[in-house]
Every structure is written in structure tokens, then in C-alpha cells.
Nanobody, 130 residues
Framework: QVLLVQSGGGSVQAGGSLLLSCAVN????????MAWFRQVPGEERKGVAA?????????KYSEEGRFTTSLETTPRKNTLFLKIHSLEPEDTAMYYC??????????????????????WGQGTQVTVTS
């Protein structure tokens, strides 16, 4: 069973930074793809960053530079991180980590599509105050 457990988030002032974490357990294949999505009420989830098992990253173009995703791999578990810099009120959303036990899509833009992933974290709220 694949389990994703998120931590981090909360309320942050605009201009600040935030680190989100996602502990991933249960992946059985050495090829996998992981990503971060965010969702505001009334809208669909939108991908912001993805990373493959080799550490190759993909970002939503408009967020490239402010978002950094990384992966820490140990024999017991993987931990996915998302660092958000220069936070803006528009970054306020519920953030989700996601994983799939398959290689990332060969097209980088498709790595940020919700249906590419079948395992999801519980979500964590990020609120940016001005």
C-alpha cells in the first residue's frame, strides 16, 4: 500500500518562504514520478512541480524560479519537498503531493496533469497574508 503523508503549511506573510514535506512509503518499483498540486475552492487541482526518480524536475512555467521541489531517498522511505519562495497572496491554496509507481510522462507538461497520478497526500493548507 502506498501512503503519502504531508506536513508543513500554515499561514505565512507575503514575501516569505515555506517548506512543504511529503513522506512517501510503499512504492514497489524503482521507477516513479512525484508531483505537487494546489487547489483553490471552486477550481481544479493544478500541478506546480514534478520530479522523477532520477531527480529531474519539471515546473509550471509561470512558477518556475519561485518553486523548488526535491526528493530525499533513503532505503526506508522517500521524502518529497516543495520550497516556495517570495510567497504571494495568490499562492493561497490547498497543496497536495502525488505519486505514481511508473516513470514520469516523457512530456514535461503532462507531468503536471492530475490524472497522471494515482496516490495522493491528504493536503495541507497554505495561506499567504499581505
Amino acid at each position: 500500500q502506498v501512503l503519502l503523508v504531508q506536513s508543513g503549511g500554515g499561514s505565512v506573510q507575503a514575501g516569505g518562504s515555506l517548506l512543504l514535506s511529503c513522506a512517501v512509503n510503499g512504492l514497489t518499483d524503482s521507477d516513479y514520478c512525484m508531483a505537487w498540486f494546489r487547489q483553490v475552492p471552486g477550481e481544479e487541482r493544478k500541478g506546480v512541480a514534478a520530479i522523477d526518480h532520477n531527480g529531474i524536475t519539471s515546473y509550471k512555467y509561470s512558477e518556475e524560479g519561485r518553486f523548488t521541489t526535491s526528493l530525499e531517498t533513503t532505503p526506508r522511505k522517500n521524502t518529497l519537498f516543495l520550497k516556495i519562495h517570495s510567497l504571494e497572496p495568490e499562492d493561497t491554496a490547498m497543496y497536495y503531493c502525488a505519486a505514481v509507481n511508473d516513470p514520469c510522462n516523457e512530456y514535461p507538461t503532462l507531468r503536471l496533469i492530475e490524472y497522471e497520478y494515482n496516490f495522493w497526500g491528504q493536503g495541507t493548507q497554505v495561506t499567504v497574508t499581505s
